[in-house]
């Protein structure tokens, strides 16, 4: 991979100096750096000179830190590992002002007021401007390497959901599923889990970003599960809602199929052009049709890679349309207060018709199972 973040960091350089000059990139937030740079231990920074001067400033445990070793100096990029308290976005802006920048671009999103000062003071003579998201919208569209990693992230993943279902259910705890999970995603090669894995049981069920409680699995409930698994950085999104006992309720059917349909048509609507808005519009619809349209949260779906959660998001007010390899969530859920309710997502990539439409990356069947 080493060519490939050297090839990455080439870009981000041209895109801050366009016509040469002299400006160098901090970039502190975590997801970014590992794009850049590889792995690195928490709270590192990366600095891009404008000459091709890269350094990845932080604090390395080498008694065993999980980020592994500090990446070795053939990879294109020197390796400064601090001692003490240092502040390797401090220490990265000195030795930007050392190497003869004149501007120093950061992170402005995410570094804290009182670091962005910090930053400041130590190197008066360099000038801050903001980087703004040069390296999320760098991130948008993901390379097959990267790609490959999200589809082991969602094998994984399919598989210890479909071990979670050949177990009994009935009076096992919220919590104790969701721990069982996460345990399973790591027997299965992850990382980890992507995001706190939620596991929702009758009047929970359906809530978006439950957290686990002691409530028992009872006959007749909806069990809405929501959890992915992480793989080399990479994370995926898999939400699954099934019953518990010999057969559904026809208000549970009801529901389910209202749900399956939003959540389709939002899936088919996704390709390369196609506005962001108009992907959450075609979920938004259906549900609006069957009555469930103030049900639904903020998001219809949301970019996936190194974060849950980036860009772009599937929104009414989004501004942007879709491009070919732009992974995705679609995830519409409907929650009825007292009742319980349906998720359904799904990890995609945004492919062409001519290359076979959306790639479905969570393959999990998407049918009202009663366990």
Same mark, same amino acid.
């Given at each position: ?9 080439? $870009? ?26 590889? %792995? ?18 932080? &604090? ?75 390296? /999320? ?9 990267? #790609?490959?990693?999200?589809? *082991? ?14 177990? #009994? ?40 970003? &439950?957290?686990?409680? =002691? ?10 599960? %929501? ?25 549970? #059917? ?25 992907? =959450? ?25 190194? /974060?849950?959660?980036?860009?772009? $998001? ?11 390899? *732009? ?6 859920? *409907? ?15 945004? $492919? ?6 959306? /790639?479905?990356?969570? #393959? ?8």
């Amino acid at each position: 991979m080493s060519e490939v973040h050297a090839a990455r960091r080439s $870009r981000l350089r041209t895109r801050c100096s366009p016509a040469g000059g002299s400006v160098a990139a901090l970039v502190s937030l975590p997801a970014n750096v590992r794009y850049l740079a590889g %792995c690195a231990p928490e709270g590192a920074v990366l600095l891009v000179g404008p000459s091709g001067d890269d350094v990845l400033l932080g &604090h390395w445990d080498h008694g065993g830190d999980p980020a592994g070793p500090p990446p070795t100096e053939d990879q294109g990029l020197r390796v400064a590992p601090l001692g003490g308290e240092a502040d390797p976005a401090v220490a990265a802006a000195e030795l930007a002002a050392e190497g003869g920048a004149d501007t120093l671009a950061v992170e402005e999103h995410h570094l804290t007021v009182a670091r962005h000062r910090a930053v400041a003071a130590g190197v008066s003579g360099l000038g801050l401007v903001d980087l703004e998201c040069a390296v /999320e919208r760098q991130r948008l569209v993901k390379d097959e390497e990267e #790609i490959a990693a999200l589809r *082991v992230a969602a094998e994984i993943t399919d598989r210890a959901l479909g071990e979670l279902l050949e177990s #009994i259910l009935v009076g096992r705890t919220e919590r104790h599923l969701a721990l069982e999970l996460e345990r399973r995603l790591v027997d299965h090669g992850a990382d980890g889990p992507a995001f706190p894995t939620s596991v929702a049981t009758g009047s929970h069920s359906g809530l978006a970003g &439950h957290r686990p409680t =002691d409530r028992r699995v009872e006959e007749g409930d909806f069990l809405t599960v %929501c959890l992915g698994a992480r793989f080399r950085g990479y994370r995926c999104r898999i939400g699954r809602t099934f019953v518990i006992g010999t057969s559904p309720d026809d208000w549970q #059917i009801e529901l389910y199929e209202v749900v399956f349909a939003a959540q389709r048509a939002a899936r088919e609507a996704l390709a390369p052009g196609a506005e962001y808005a108009a992907v =959450d519009r075609a979920a938004r619809d259906v549900l609006d049709a069957a009555g469930h349209g103030t049900a639904l949260g903020p998001v219809t779906g949301r970019g996936v890679g190194l /974060e849950i959660g980036e860009d772009p $998001r599937l929104s009414p007010a989004a501004m942007g349309r879709l491009g070919p390899c *732009v992974p995705v969530t679609v995830e519409p859920g *409907v929650h009825l207060p007292g009742r319980g309710g349906v998720r359904i997502d799904d990890t995609l990539v945004v $492919r062409s018709p001519a290359d076979g439409g959306p /790639e479905l990356l969570t #393959i999990t069947t998407k049918e009202l199972l009663a366990l």
